[in-house]
């Protein structure tokens, strides 16, 4: 049957696609080298089903989580992902990817395009979008249903969470760009899936009624696992074109990379000047931000509004939303810790991208600048939001942490500046970065502070995102572009 003519808008058509084959899907259930027992800086590695299709959209990591601590009780941070440490790949004996410091990379790009209020329920079940939220219920002991109740986990007494249930869903690197999204085990060989838990100082605290030193903290998961779905076909249409492409040219799978720098601390009215040597074939994005000197050494409180009280008047995020002007700043200071903090951040120190104060920064390769000059706090942020994807489109699919309220908020605890150096399309994975043709780029990056007597200190820390090709061939035989 004829369609309707191409000049016309999808919309009128009446094209029906079907595929060539019947296709079956199941699900599977992959067990690491350790279920249990799992501590900070701990290493796992998971298996991929051997000669199958499958679908890395559907990858799933799940855990039970539960706490520790000398003095002090802690908590899950914000976001499950915020556990991980390094995601590793490992194809048929050749590492392929590695991504070092993932959780801090993705507290930055998920607060900045995927974490806006619509997001809560969907991402609080199990992936800490809120991770004051406390919610229990007893078994029934008898024919009548028990009640659901509700408590919020940062006040004080709480007990450590026990075997709470977490999962992980999206991700970076690999296992969320790689194109085509169903990927042949079969021609790739023996696949793994690493990862490297993080350092126990993501933990935030709850927010003690005395000025306690907090020590010791730690975290255990338990029942550890990971799924995915398989894909079959009844015919081999599928299978025979598959071979004849790697007899051929090879299969390409596309993907994305990040490489990650960390730098000598920095008084901040002194700025930040840093290089960084990159090679690639494709540079797409480099981001930039800063750390708290102390996030590796320190243990503190929620950071939310009130984490400087005694913890009986504590905020979910959805409250703090709900009246913003109302949960502007520390809240009621009555101890000396997180002194200057609070707002809805509602995460650890480990995670506040500590940009408060910046009054510009900009970007150089090869001692080239890539902006017009040094940029201010607000360009700053149009150029991140642009280098996401925003486009300037307002209704899009993207969202900013819905406790983001004004530039203040973002520079003080999610500051990022991201440039994109591609063509952006999302239809297609392209290859559209800087090339460095076999040299080395040197990526230099500047900011500036206000305040000649600021002595803030923080961590520069830089992120590249690559474009990357695996071309596979008979034999097994990769190559990574």
């Not at 915020?82 to 959780?103: C, D, H, K, M, W």
């Not at 020590?215 to 550890?224: K, N, Q």
């Not at 290859?431 to 043709?437: A, E, F, R, V, Y």
Request: hydrophobic fraction near 35%; charged fraction near 15%.
């Amino acid at each position: 049957m004829t369609d309707v003519p191409s000049a016309y808008p999808k919309a009128l058509s009446y094209s029906i696609k079907e595929m060539a084959d019947k296709m079956s899907r199941v699900g599977v259930k992959m067990t690491p080298d350790r279920t249990t027992g799992i501590a900070p800086n701990d290493t796992i590695t998971f298996k991929l089903p051997n000669n199958s299709l499958v679908d890395m959209r559907s990858i799933n990591f799940l855990y039970k989580f539960s706490t520790s601590g000398t003095t002090g009780t802690f908590l899950h941070p914000r976001y499950s992902s915020s556990l991980l440490e390094r995601v590793s790949v490992i194809v048929n004996g050749q590492t392929i990817s590695i991504l070092p410091a993932y959780n801090y990379l993705y507290n930055i790009l998920m607060d900045l395009e995927g974490s806006s209020f619509d997001q809560l329920s969907k991402r609080n079940v199990c992936e800490f979008f809120d991770p004051s939220i406390k919610v229990t219920q007893t078994d029934p002991n008898s024919a009548t249903e028990t009640a659901l109740s509700g408590d919020n986990w940062t006040k004080s007494g709480q007990s450590a969470p026990s075997k709470i249930d977490g999962a992980i869903s999206n991700w970076l690197g690999f296992l969320g760009s790689c194109q085509p999204q169903i990927i042949d085990t079969g021609s790739l060989g023996d696949v793994f899936i690493q990862f490297q838990f993080a350092t126990p100082y993501v933990l935030p605290a709850t927010i003690n009624s005395t000025l306690q030193s907090l020590a010791g903290g730690s975290f255990t998961l338990d029942d550890v696992y990971m799924t995915c779905d398989v894909i079959s076909f009844e015919g081999n249409t599928y299978y025979n074109a598959l071979s004849s492409k790697l007899s051929g040219g090879g299969l390409n799978v596309g993907f994305y990379e990040y490489l990650n720098a960390r730098f000598a601390s920095v008084a901040k009215n002194t700025g930040i000047n840093v290089n960084w040597n990159v090679s690639a074939k494709s540079l797409d994005q480099i981001i930039g931000t800063a750390q708290r000197t102390d996030a590796t050494t320190t243990w503190s409180p929620m950071v939310v509004n009130g984490s400087r009280d005694v913890g009986t008047t504590v905020y979910t995020m959805a409250q703090i939303a709900s009246n913003p002007l109302s949960y502007v700043g520390e809240g009621t200071a009555t101890l000396s810790r997180n002194v200057g903090l609070g707002d809805g951040f509602m995460n650890s120190l480990y995670f506040i991208r500590s940009g408060g104060s910046v009054s510009g920064s900009r970007f150089s390769i090869n001692n080239r600048p890539l902006n017009y000059n040094y940029l201010s706090p607000k360009e700053i942020f149009l150029q991140t939001l642009q280098s996401l994807g925003y486009n300037q489109i307002d209704l899009g699919t993207n969202g900013l942490n819905l406790c983001i309220f004004s530039l203040l908020h973002f520079t003080k605890y999610y500051f990022a500046h991201i440039i994109d150096l591609t063509i952006q399309d999302s239809r297609d994975f392209w290859i559209s970065g800087m090339d460095s043709t076999g040299s080395t780029m040197t990526i230099t990056w500047e900011a500036t502070f206000s305040g000649s007597s600021n002595t803030t200190t923080c961590i520069p820390v830089l992120y590249a995102r690559l474009s990357k090709v695996l071309n596979i061939k008979s034999g097994r035989q990769l190559l990574v572009i």
